[in-house]
């Protein structure tokens, strides 16, 4: 472990620098984003894609193992309480926390090949929301995840954490221009498939979920913008079987997204 002299503090330079990273310009001036804790700093140090990893003393006792896997390719710095608190965006800060490339990629990429199952967030703005519904995504399979639309930032913390380490997994793409995330998933051979609580036809009902899907996700407040809905080749709404007013979005993304999944891999129940 490539462990550097001394414990840094939170005026250290490395460490202002890398407190930046915890607002999105700073982040999108560096490109580069923060991923705390071990799970996270675990799957990034995998992924080879850490440039330091900053590391209170309590912390590097329980996370031994995680700091193994820098073995010497990675520097590690050793930080004090009050660094460890300003590069934290929780409540009770880890004291564990790696300074990272960003992770998202052109949307033609994300695309590439031929996908059977895509993610497409649009206008999704919580960004536990989003890392959770990467983390399905991630589960299910799913080929990629596209952020459209005026999105959270993937690399927001909140994000990072609610995905449990899934951002490393699976290809994140982000794009401002949802007409262009759309015609880009025709390209791919993907049918576009609204979830919108409004739709006349029941999930349960639906045929064709065998098919390359690309599932539309609106914003959790709004839902999905009445363009979209009316560019979407279908659309579909979760039934609710009690008295529940609705599900939110991670779970609707669930029901959604393993629908497709479980359809393709038992075509005989899709």
């Given at each position: 472990m490539n462990q550097q002299p001394g414990v840094f503090s939170h005026k250290?330079?490395?460490?202002?620098?890398?407190?930046?990273?915890?607002t999105r310009s700073g982040r999108e001036a560096a490109e580069r984003f923060l991923a705390e804790g071990a799970q996270a700093v675990r799957e990034a140090l995998s992924h080879g894609i850490v440039h330091e990893v900053f590391v209170t003393e309590a912390a590097a006792e329980r996370n031994a193992e995680v700091l193994a896997l820098a073995d010497?390719?990675?520097r590690v710095s050793m930080i004090d309480r009050r660094a460890a608190e300003l590069l934290s965006e929780t409540v009770t800060p880890q004291g564990l926390v790696a300074v990272c490339d960003t992770v998202d990629v052109p949307l033609e990429q994300a695309l590439a090949g031929t996908p059977a199952l895509?993610?497409?967030l649009v206008g999704v703005a919580d960004p536990g929301n989003a890392g959770t519904v990467i983390r399905v995504a991630d589960?299910?399979?799913?080929?990629?995840?596209?952020l459209a639309g005026?999105?959270?930032?993937v690399h927001n913390g909140k994000c990072v954490r609610a995905s449990t380490g899934s951002v490393f997994h699976l290809p994140v793409a982000r794009s401002r221009d949802v007409s262009a995330v759309l015609a880009a998933c025709g390209r791919a051979g993907l049918r576009t498939v609204a979830a919108d609580g409004s739709a006349d036809v029941s999930l349960e009902a639906a045929?064709?979920?065998?098919?390359?899907?690309?599932?539309?996700?609106g914003n959790?407040?709004?839902?999905?913008?009445?363009?979209?809905?009316?560019?979407?080749?279908r659309t579909l709404r979760v039934p609710l079987y009690g008295r529940a007013e609705s599900l939110n979005l991670a779970t609707a993304a669930a029901v959604c997204l393993y629908a497709s999944a479980m359809a393709r891999r038992c075509p005989t129940t899709g």
């Open positions: 250290t330079p490395r460490v202002v620098a890398a407190r930046k990273l915890t010497g390719r990675v895509v993610a497409v589960a299910a399979g799913a080929d990629a995840v596209v005026d999105a959270v930032d045929e064709g979920l065998t098919e390359p899907t690309a599932w539309l996700l959790e407040a709004h839902g999905l913008p009445s363009e979209v809905l009316d560019s979407a080749d």
